[in-house]
């Protein structure tokens, strides 16, 4: 029996608008009415990430920046694991070696030297998760999302790395899709321990602590609940999903998944414009999806 959902945001909850729509909302509510709980996991800061869901009236615990940090209902931080600052050194070293653009998650918010780069990169990044939007309507939506893609602009990363009171959560790199420098970058980044090293779509490396896995949070997060594991259903539709949906009893991939991820699901419901989320609840609350 389920008795947690755990739902992506980026081409998972969300659609090329970066919305939840009516149709997931009257899902998710319909989960919470029935007594289950439903959590987020997702790649972004809550920053970044609780605005949206508080604007669909969702009340839910968070897993965000891939695992790095937990949040319960009220969006209190309960766990919080950052990347050392060696780490942290060679991996900034490699992503301007091969002249990659990337910004720095925290625990006091996202950091970025440039912020025309940053929202070429983020229309970059909507192409990857949402393929059917236009270069165009990418960079419209970035520009208009800005709000709600909150970042920090410094001169100088250094200035973040030398605060004794910011925790580095996660490094955000970004590029054209199918760029061999992202190609090359990933391969020396993953040769580097201690470290994990996913994507949450094609022109992206996401870089956290080994310990900072979505998969891992949400063990973390049915331990507090004492759920078994076995009576969870995540869903998700990128490599940075593939931890959850590996951990959880029922895996679920988006019809807008990655091979690999589908390869490892139990289920496949509906792209994510198309309302996948409301698809599999209304499966899992019926019993069909166990």
Not at 13 to 22: K, P, Q, T, W
Not at 64 to 91: H, M, R, W, Y
Request: glycine share 6%; hydrophobic share 45%.
């Amino acid at each position: 029996m389920i008795q947690l959902i755990v739902s992506d945001m980026d081409g998972t909850l969300l659609n090329d608008s970066m919305e939840i729509s009516s149709e997931n909302i009257a899902a998710i509510k319909k989960v919470q009415a029935a007594g289950l709980e439903f959590v987020v996991a997702t790649g972004r800061s809550i920053e970044e990430a609780q605005p949206i869901l508080q604007a669909a009236g969702i009340k839910c615990r968070y897993i965000t920046s891939n695992g790095a940090q937990i949040f319960d209902e009220n969006g209190q931080n309960i766990f919080t694991v950052g990347i050392e600052k060696k780490k942290l050194a060679l991996t900034m070293s490699i992503l301007r070696h091969h002249q990659i653009y990337f910004e720095l998650f925290t625990d006091h918010g996202g950091y970025t030297e440039n912020i025309d780069d940053r929202i070429a990169s983020v229309a970059h990044w909507l192409k990857s998760t949402s393929p059917n939007l236009s270069e165009a309507e990418a960079i419209e939506i970035a520009e208009s999302h800005m709000a709600t893609l909150p970042i920090n602009f410094v001169a100088d990363f250094k200035e973040v790395l030398e605060n004794p009171e910011v925790t580095v959560l996660k490094i955000f790199a970004m590029g054209q899709i199918d760029d061999p420098a992202l190609l090359l970058a990933k391969e020396e980044l993953s040769q580097i321990t201690n470290l994990s090293v996913t994507s949450s779509g094609a022109n992206n490396i996401e870089v956290n602590h080994e310990s900072a896995q979505k998969g891992r949070s949400l063990q973390k997060v049915t331990e507090l609940l004492n759920l078994p594991l076995s009576n969870v259903a995540a869903l998700g539709d990128n490599f940075n999903d593939m931890s959850m949906i590996e951990a959880a009893g029922v895996g679920i991939a988006m019809a807008n998944a990655e091979a690999e991820v589908k390869a490892i699901a139990k289920y496949e419901t509906v792209t994510n414009i198309d309302n996948g989320v409301a698809y599999a609840i209304d499966r899992i609350l019926a019993e069909e999806w166990l």
